[in-house]
């Protein structure tokens, strides 16, 4: 299974449309997931018009999105439970993985998904898989763009990170 990872979208503040190298990557997908801040619905639209699409609310998505994700959930996908955040929660200060971590603690996962700081950031602790795909439309202090891909095989999970310069 081919999953397309994205977080931090904040549109239509940050573009009108999702660029063309996510677009075409995300094509070939059996499943998107969201990690938050899609700001409106028009982020969902534009997505599960190439595949379906399932994600969780950010600390700046309105209450129709929250409603629709929640702020976190466990998804069993493939035979592996991934848990998806945003990152902010249960805040008090934390860092996103810090947030994520603490918002999985004692739950079996095999991987989290969370977003917030627009950092790309991929690891493995205890047996679990950490991945932020970054920002597609807002990079901030980062270099590059980015989103990601995640491979679910029976071999196991593999994420790896989409840079590009334009949107």
């Not at 931090?8 to 997908?29: E, I, N, V, Y």
């Not at 059996?30 to 969902?44: A, C, E, M, P, R």
């Not at 409603?67 to 998804?75: C, D, E």
Request: glycine letters at 14%; one cysteine or more; charged letters at 20%.
């Amino acid at each position: 299974m081919r999953i397309g990872v994205v977080s931090d979208t904040h549109m239509p503040r940050r573009g009108a449309g999702l660029p063309p190298k996510l677009l075409q990557s995300f094509k070939a997908c059996d499943l998107i997931l969201h990690l938050g801040d899609w700001v409106s619905l028009d982020v969902w639209e534009q997505l599960k018009a190439l595949a379906p699409v399932d994600g969780v609310a950010g600390n700046n998505d309105p209450s129709d999105i929250v409603r629709r994700f929640g702020n976190h959930k466990i998804l069993e996908l493939g035979g592996y439970r991934i848990g998806l955040t945003h990152g902010h929660l249960p805040g008090g200060g934390y860092g996103a993985r810090e947030n994520a971590q603490r918002t999985f603690a004692g739950q079996p996962v095999h991987a989290v998904l969370f977003g917030h700081s627009h950092q790309p950031h991929i690891s493995e602790s205890g047996g679990v898989l950490w991945f932020n795909p970054g920002s597609p439309t807002d990079k901030r202090r980062e270099p590059k763009y980015s989103f990601g891909l995640l491979e679910l095989t029976e071999q196991g999970l593999q994420a790896k990170h989409i840079y590009f310069s334009g949107k």
